[in-house]
Each structure stands twice: as structure tokens, then as C-alpha cells.
């Protein structure tokens, strides 16, 4: 079983940056990928981060990329979401998740985590 929790959401200005952090607890495979997905009132869910735990490898939503960075400690069980240049558009309520299948795609996602909230003022 694999639990995940996520902690650092909070309340921004437009242009600022803020770090999420999600803790794994239990076993993860190498294959396996690790998501930060968000969810806004009235929009659909959206992947916008995802990397391989054991290779490393990352890939973006257009939305995000070049603003957002997602890395992975093995040693430490983390995974990060460094946001940059924050745009109201980016609040949210923001899920860790991990799934065994490769690829942006929350359908596969197997484990969640509850979310902490983002919320970019203007």
C-alpha cells in the first residue's frame, strides 16, 4: 500500500513562486510514475507534472511548462512541484499521485493523496 501526503499549498500573490512537497510512504517500483494533478472548481482535472521514480524522467503540461519543476527524492520518499511566475489560472487544490503506467494520464494514477490548496491572488 502506498500512501501519499502532501503539504506547502497556500495563499500567493500573482508572480510568486511556492514549493509543494509530497511524502510517499510504502513501496514504489521504479516504473512507476509519480503526478501532481490539480482539480479547480468548474475545470476539468489536470496532470500537470509527472515523473518516472526510478529514471527520473519528466513531462509537463503545456500550461505549466517552463514555470513549473517536478523532482523526486528516492532517498527521502519525496516528490516535489517547484512552481514559478504563479498565475490566478494556477489555483487549485493540488493531489500527489502514483500509478504503474507511464505517461499524463490520471486514469491511471492508482494512489492519491488528499491535496493541498493553492490559491493565487491578484
Known amino acids: 500500500q502506498v500512501q501519499l501526503v502532501e503539504s506547502g499549498g497556500g495563499l500567493v500573490q500573482v508572480g510568486d513562486s511556492l514549493r509543494l512537497a509530497c511524502k510517499v510512504s510504502g513501496r514504489l517500483f521504479t516504473y512507476y510514475t509519480m503526478g501532481w494533478v490539480r482539480q479547480a472548481p468548474g475545470k476539468e482535472r489536470e496532470v500537470v507534472a509527472v515523473?518516472?521514480?526510478?529514471?527520473?524522467?519528466?513531462s509537463y503540461a503545456d500550461s505549466v511548462k517552463g514555470r513549473f519543476t517536478i523532482s523526486r527524492d528516492i532517498a527521502r520518499s519525496r516528490v516535489d512541484l517547484q512552481m514559478s511566475s504563479l498565475e490566478p489560472d494556477d489555483t487549485a487544490v493540488y493531489h500527489c499521485?502514483?500509478?504503474?503506467?507511464?505517461?499524463?494520464?490520471?486514469?491511471?494514477?492508482?494512489?492519491w493523496g488528499k491535496g493541498t490548496q493553492v490559491t493565487v491572488s491578484s
Open positions: 515523473i518516472t521514480w526510478g529514471a527520473g524522467s519528466t
Open positions: 499521485a502514483a500509478g504503474p503506467s507511464a505517461g499524463m494520464s490520471a486514469a491511471t494514477m492508482a494512489y
